[in-house]
């Protein structure tokens, strides 16, 4: 392994143990690391898929510190969150007991194993994922989850792309953490395989004056269509 390779891989493996620690023992700190590796950006990005969730009936997978949850209770949704952190899910029960409502439920488990019933979500969101959503299994649990015509909404990343020095700071940042996307031909043919469960019909590419988000939606096909195995190979791009 050459030098450069083996530094890779030693700061790929230092990073993945601090978003791990992040998620668990120090994930009283989540909410000023999100604030600082956006600089101050993270939740009005969070916020963005919010328009997009159809229905009333809500679950998020992924909860963080529960922001969205929040948000979501804010607008008349009905929102479940689930997370695999049992300390995720403590403090997003504390920020919703501050809310002061009950209309909330935060459950812990595992997004590849859903501990719901079939066919009772409208849409099922998710900001900045790990790699384990685009899993077959959690493809099949999320599709099976949803109602039909239901959606799925995951802000799947970030491009930052000012000539600003914090700019080029971030860029090289969300490489290195894997939080940066990039709309390639080969990321969409790559999404084209993982989600052929689904009917995607938007990629809907966000500015943010130097950095873009790109927000996959993708809406459960009908039994009919799957029997049919019918995938999309056409997107469709919206710029907001």
Excluded at 19 to 24: C, I, P, Q, T
Excluded at 120 to 144: A, G, H, I
Excluded at 186 to 197: A, E, K
Aim: hydrophobic residues 40%; proline residues 2%.
């Amino acid at each position: 392994m050459k030098s450069r390779d083996k530094m890779i891989f030693v700061i790929n493996r230092l990073l993945g143990c601090f978003f791990e620690m992040l998620y668990h023992q120090l994930a009283a700190a989540y909410d000023l690391v999100a604030w600082l590796v956006s600089f101050g950006r993270w939740y009005r990005w969070v916020e963005k898929v919010i328009p997009l969730i159809s229905g009333r009936d809500v679950l998020e997978i992924g909860i963080g510190t529960g922001y969205l949850q929040s948000r979501l209770m804010a607008g008349q949704f009905r929102p479940v969150g689930l997370d695999e952190s049992q300390q995720m899910c403590r403090i997003s029960n504390r920020r919703i007991r501050k809310i002061g409502t009950e209309a909330c439920k935060i459950v812990r488990g595992d997004m590849k194993q859903l501990p719901f019933s079939n066919n009772t979500m409208d849409s099922v969101v998710l900001t900045f994922p790990t790699e384990v959503v685009f899993f077959e299994q959690t493809l099949n649990e999320v599709n099976r989850v949803l109602r039909t015509g239901g959606r799925v909404v995951i802000l799947l990343g970030v491009q930052w792309v000012g000539g600003s020095i914090p700019s080029k700071f971030y860029q090289i940042l969300y490489q290195i953490t894997g939080q940066s996307f990039d709309c390639s031909g080969h990321s969409l043919d790559v999404l084209n395989d993982q989600f052929s469960l689904f009917d995607t019909h938007e990629m809907i590419k966000i500015h943010d004056h130097d950095a873009v988000l790109w927000i996959l939606v993708a809406q459960k096909l009908t039994g009919q269509q799957r029997g049919n195995e019918v995938k999309f190979n056409t997107w469709k791009f919206r710029q907001q």
